[in-house]
C-alpha cells in the first residue's frame, strides 16, 4: 500500500501558511536536501487548487528557463500531479495533471491502495492535509519547524481539535535553527496525572 507523507514548512507558533519573509531566509542547503528528500519517495503529487496554481505558475517556466533548478522543475513535471478542486471544469494546463476523482477521503484511499502508486506526497495545501489527518489517511507527517513565531496564519492544528497523538521518527536541526521532525501517527499514552509526574520529579532528584 502506498504511504501518504505529508510535507510542510512551519513556524515555532504552528503557522503553516507559508508567508516568504519568514521562510526563505531560513532556506540552505539542509532544507534542499530534506525537500528533495521528500520528493523522492513520492510517484503521485496530491495538491489543492491553491497549490497546483501556484507551482505551475513557476516549475514549468524554471524548467523551460535550464537554470540550476531546472532538473528539479522537471521532476516535479514528470510526476502525477492530483488535484482537489471543487470546480469539475478544470483546464490543466500542466503536464501529467488530473482532477481527483469523487471525494477526497475515498479517492485517497484508493490511491493508497492502487498497487501501481509507489508513495503519495501532498506539498503543503494545508487544508487537504487537515482532512486526511482526520481520516487517519497520513503515514507521515514532515514538518521544517523554522525558529520564528509569526504571530498570524492558518495553524495545522486548528482551535477545538481534539488531541492527535504522534510517533517521533527522525528529527534533525539544520545549523539555521530550523528543525526537521517526521511524524508517524501515535496511541495515546496512558492516562497520568500530578501524582504520576511528581514522582518523576522526586525521583530525577
Same mark, same amino acid.
Given at each position: 500500500?502506498? @504511504? ?13 501558511? #507559508?508567508?516568504?519573509?519568514?521562510? /526563505? ?13 521528500? &520528493? ?9 487548487? +491553491?497549490? &497546483?496554481?501556484? /507551482? ?6 524554471? %524548467?523551460?528557463? +535550464?537554470?540550476?533548478?531546472?532538473? /528539479?522543475? @522537471?521532476? #516535479? ?7 482537489? !478542486? ?10 501529467? !495533471? %488530473? ?18 502508486? @509507489?508513495?503519495?506526497? #501532498? ?38 481539535? +481534539? ?10 536541526? /539544520? ?10 501517527? +501515535? ?8 501524582? %504520576?509526574?511528581? %514522582? ?6
Amino acid at each position: 500500500m502506498a @504511504k501518504v507523507v505529508s510535507t510542510l514548512f512551519i513556524s515555532a507558533d504552528g503557522v503553516a501558511e #507559508i508567508d516568504p519573509e519568514w521562510h /526563505f531566509p531560513y532556506f540552505d542547503e539542509n532544507m534542499g536536501r530534506s525537500v528533495a528528500e521528500d &520528493y523522492d519517495t513520492a510517484d503521485v503529487l496530491l495538491i489543492s487548487r +491553491g497549490t &497546483y496554481d501556484s /507551482f505551475a505558475g513557476a516549475w514549468p517556466d524554471r %524548467e523551460a528557463a +535550464g537554470g540550476e533548478d531546472a532538473p /528539479f522543475a @522537471k521532476q #516535479i513535471g514528470d510526476l502525477r500531479k492530483v488535484v482537489v !478542486s471543487r470546480q469539475p471544469d478544470l483546464t490543466f494546463t500542466w503536464r501529467n !495533471s %488530473e482532477l481527483i476523482d469523487g471525494d477526497l477521503v475515498p479517492a485517497v484511499t484508493a490511491l493508497k491502495a492502487d498497487p501501481a502508486v @509507489k508513495g503519495i506526497l #501532498i506539498p503543503g495545501s494545508l487544508g487537504v492535509v487537515q482532512e486526511l489527518l482526520a481520516a487517519g489517511l497520513v503515514d507521515e507527517l514532515r514538518l521544517l519547524i523554522h525558529p520564528v513565531a509569526v504571530g498570524k496564519g492558518r495553524r495545522l492544528f486548528a482551535d477545538g481539535d +481534539g488531541p492527535y497523538h504522534l510517533t517521533v521518527v527522525r528529527t534533525e536541526v /539544520f545549523p539555521t535553527g530550523t528543525i526537521r521532525v517526521i511524524y508517524a501517527p +501515535g496511541a495515546a499514552p496512558a492516562a497520568a496525572g500530578y501524582t %504520576e509526574a511528581v %514522582e518523576h520529579v522526586v525521583n530525577a532528584g
